[in-house]
C-alpha cells in the first residue's frame, strides 16, 4: 500500500513540473523509440531475406561446373534420378542457361534463357501470373514455347498479361508464350523475373547448339531437390555419383560445386541477428544518455525540495521512505517515456508499411518490446539511486533551515 501512495505521490509531482518532467522523459522517449525502430528494421530485412532464400526452397541442392568448361551433363542428370541408388534426392533437374535476344515487334529485352524440364517450376517454387509452365509432352516434342519471367513480359508487351498465347522471338526463332511468371521480387539478372524458360531439348539443340561431352549434351547447372531431413546425406550421394563419373581420383579436386541452400538460409540469419544487435546497440546509447538525464533532474528535485525533505523526517519519515519516495518518481519518469517510445516506434513502423514498394516492413517483436520497456525501467531505477540515497543523506535540521 506505501509503493502505491508514493506512486501517486510520483505523479502529483510529475504534474506540478511537466515541462522539465517532459524534457526528463524526451532522452528515454528517443532512446526507445530509436532502440525498437532499428531493431525492428533488423528484424524486418532478416523476414524479406529469409522470405527470399525460401521462396527457392530450402532443400534444394544447386550443382555447378567449376572451371573453363562444363563436365556436367544430362547423363549426369539422369544417373543422379535414379531413386534406387540416390534415396535422399527427390528430384533431379538439369538446366541448360545461356544469354539470348528476346524480341516483339519494335520492343527487345536481352535476358537469360534457361532450358529445363517442367519439373523446375515446383522445384524452384515458380508460379504463374497468366498461363502455366510448359508440360511434359511440349517438353518430349522439343515444341517451341516460352515462359516469361514477370519483368521480361513487361519489357516486351505493354502489359506483361498480354503476352500469353503471343509470339516472341528468341534470336530471331519464334516462339510461343504459354505463361507469364508471378513477380518474384528477386533482383539482379539471374533472378527468375528477368529470365525466360523453354524445354531443355529446345535450348540445347536449336537455340544455343550446346556442346557434348563424353557423348551427352552439356548442362550449366542441376536443381536438385532433396528430402529435408537428409541434406548431408544428399550432398554426398551427388558428389560420390558425380565423381565416379568424371573419373576423378583421390586426389583429384571436384569439376562441380555443389551449394546448399539450408546453408545460405543459416548465413543470412546469423547476418542479420548481427545487424539486429548492432543497429540495437546504437539506439540503446539514447537510453544511457536518457537516464542520465533523468539523474540530473533527479539530483536538481532533490535540492529544490530539500526543505520537504528536511519536513517529512522531522515528522518521522524514515530514510527508506525518503528513497523510496525518489526512486519510484524516477521509476515513473522513465517507464512512461517507454511508452511513449514505444507508440512512437509502432507509429513509425505504419507510416514506413504505408510507402509503396519499400523493400521490407519493420518488424517490431513482443520480445523487443519487453526489452526496451525493461531497460527504460532499469535506466529509471539505476539512476534513480544516487539522487535517492543523496535525499535520504540530508540531515533534518539542516535541511528545515535551507532556503
Known sequence: MKVLRYFAVALDSIRANKLRSSLTMLGIIIGVAAVLTTMGIGSGAAASITEQIESQGTNLLSVSPTGGSSTLTMGDAEALSDRSLHPALLTVVPEYTASATLTNGSSESQTQVVGVLPAYAPVRNLEAAAGRFFSEEETEANLRVVVLGGTVAADLFAVAAEALNQQVRINGEP????????ESGSAGFGGPDSRAFVPI???QGRLFNAPRYRGDYTITAMSIQADGTRMEEAERQTELTLRLRHRLGPNDDNDFSIF???????L??????????FLGSIGAISLL?????IMNIMLVSVTERTREIGLRKAVGAHDRDILLQFLIESLVLATIGGLIGMGISFGLAFAVGRIPNFPFSVIIEPQALLMALGVSSASGFIFGI?????A????????????
Open 175 to 182: 516462339f510461343q508464350v504459354v505463361g507469364v511468371l508471378k
Open 289 to 293: 544518455v536518457g537516464g542520465i538525464g
Open 386 to 390: 544516487y539522487p535517492a540515497m543523496r
Open 392 to 403: 535520504t543523506r540530508l540531515d533534518p535540521i539542516e535541511a528545515l533551515r535551507f532556503e
Open 268 to 277: 543470412a540469419g546469423e547476418v542479420t541477428a548481427t545487424l539486429t544487435v
Open 201 to 203: 531439348g529446345v535450348a
Open 260 to 266: 546448399n541452400q539450408a546453408s545460405l538460409l543459416e
